[in-house]
């Protein structure tokens, strides 16, 4: 990138300050230092001097560890959270294909209840069926019976 140039104050005196940065950051860098100075003279109730500036590069790297520290520890809370995000889309991954799984058991269940249920209608149909012809062989068995008697009946008055 291409070095800018820009002329800022800084406590009344004029400075011609270049770098990386666009001109509207190196005025805006500019005047939070001029900011930050006029904050601590006003603190030590004097102009801006050697101590006032000594005392706001102090406050100022101060200010750049903290941020340092919280940018740090903000890279390590994103990093977990990545890894967070990783293992649950693992386990959503998991979760759809147990549920895939899932699915393809209940059509089987399902095809196979289909099948038990018509075993079992033809069951009750063969059960019917049987039931019917049991009491026609009671029926048939009730009428043998009772010829046996007429015929046992017969037998015993022609003697």
């Known amino acids: 990138m291409e070095k800018c140039k820009a002329d800022v104050t800084i406590c009344g005196n004029d400075y011609v300050l270049s770098g990386d940065k666009s001109e509207d950051k190196i005025k805006e860098i500019a005047k939070y230092v001029d900011d930050e100075l006029r904050h601590t003279s006003k603190m030590l109730n004097s102009n801006p001097n050697y101590r006032s500036a000594v005392l706001t590069a102090i406050n100022l790297a ?36 147990q549920v895939s799984d899932l699915k393809d058991k209940m059509t089987t269940a399902s095809d196979i209840n289909v099948q038990e ?37 017969f037998r015993g008055e022609n003697e």
């Open 62 to 97: 101060e200010k750049l560890m903290d941020n340092s520290d919280l940018l740090l520890r903000l890279q390590t809370e994103n990093h977990q959270l990545d890894n967070d995000v990783k293992h649950y889309i693992s386990l959503w991954e998991d979760a759809k294909l």
């Open 117 to 153: 249920s018509e075993k079992y209608k033809d069951l009750e149909t063969k059960c019917a069926e049987l039931e019917s012809a049991y009491f026609d062989l009671q029926m048939e068995n009730t009428n043998l019976k009772n010829e046996i008697r007429n015929l046992q009946k």
